[in-house]
C-alpha cells in the first residue's frame, strides 16, 4: 500500500494552487508537493493548506541556503500550527551556481551545511515549544538569542517532519544519519537506482545516527507517462524526454546516467547547452533512457507498473495530476488502486 502524493507543476502560481489542492484532496491523494522555484514556496504551502481540510503538504524542495533557518522555522511553525499537524518541510540546497549567482547567497560545504540547517531548525522547534534557551552553535549557523517576545510559543504537534532532497553519496547518507525522511529527484528515481544506490547509502546514515529506519520517509517522485489513452500516454512520453533532457544537462544528476552506461549522454546535453541547442537535446534521450527512468501505461494499467516498479522499495509516491479535470475520477480510481496496494 502507497501513499500517493500529487505533484504541482514548476509554474503553478499562487491564484492556482487553492483550486488544485482542493482537486487532489477530492480525489483521494494523502498528500501533496509544492515546489520552491519560479512561486515561493511557502506561500504555495499556506494556500494549499487553508484549501484543504486533511489533506498533508510538503514542501518540495525549498532552497535551504537562501533562508536563515530562524525564517524557516517560524514560517514551519505557524503552517503546522494553522493547519492542525498538516505540513512536511521539505529541505534542499540546489546548486551552487543558483545558490550563489540567482540567490546571492553563501554556498560552503552543501552537506554539512545542509546538516547543520536541519540541526538548527530542530533546535529553534524545541526552543518554540518548551520555552528552553535556545543555544545552537554551528560552523555555518549560530542561534543564540530567542527573547520571550519572539517566540511564538507551544503548538499541538510541534513534531514537524524534516525531509530533504539528496542525489549525492554524502548528502544522502547525511539525510539517512539525521533527517526524517529523503525526497528522490526525478533522475535518481529508477528502481534499479533507489535499490542499488540509494538504499544502501541511507542504511549506511541510519547506522551512522543509530536510528531505526522504520518511520523514514522515501518519497520515490518519478516522471510519468500516462493519460486515458495511448495517444495522451505517447504525448506524456515525450514530454518527460524534453525533460529529462534538460535534466540531464546537470552534472549533479550525471551519477545514475553511470549506473546504466550513459554518462556521454550528459556530456552531449551540457556541450548542447553550451552551444544553443536547447531544441535538440531531447534527440539525445533515447526510449532506452526513457524505459529506465519514466513509468508509463494508461490509467488502467498504470497502478501495476508502478506496483512492479517500487512497491518493495517505498511506502510513499508522487503521482501527476490530470491537466483536465475530466479526468479526476479516473484518476482517483488510480489513487484507490495504489492505496490499496
Known sequence: MFEVFASTPQDMGPGDIGVHAARAEAMGFDGLQVPDAIHDGLLLAVMALNATNSLIVGTSVLVAFPRSPMTTA??????????????????????????????????????????????????????????ERLNFEGTHYTLTKLQPFFNPGPIEHPNIPILCGAVGPAMTKMVGRIADGMITHPTNSPPEYIREVCLPRLQAGYELGERDPQNFKLIIGPLTATGKDEAEVAAAWEKQRSML?????????????????????GQQLLDMTRSGQWEEMPQIVTDEMLDRFVPRGDYTHIADVFRERYADLTSRVTFPMPDNPADDELVAAVIRQLQAG
Not at 535534466?247 to 551519477?255: H, V
Open 74 to 131: 517560524i514560517a514551519a511553525w505557524d503552517l503546522q500550527s494553522m493547519s492542525g499537524g498538516r505540513f512536511e518541510l521539505g529541505l534542499g540546497t540546489q546548486i551552487k551556481p543558483n545558490i550563489e549567482k540567482r540567490y546571492s547567497a553563501r554556498w560552503d560545504s552543501p552537506v554539512p551545511q545542509l546538516r547543520e540547517y536541519v540541526q538548527a531548525t530542530r533546535a529553534i522547534f524545541h526552543s518554540f515549544q518548551t520555552g
Open 245 to 265: 533532457g534538460f535534466l540531464y544537462s546537470t552534472p549533479a544528476y550525471w551519477p545514475s546516467l553511470e549506473l546504466f552506461g550513459w554518462k556521454d549522454k
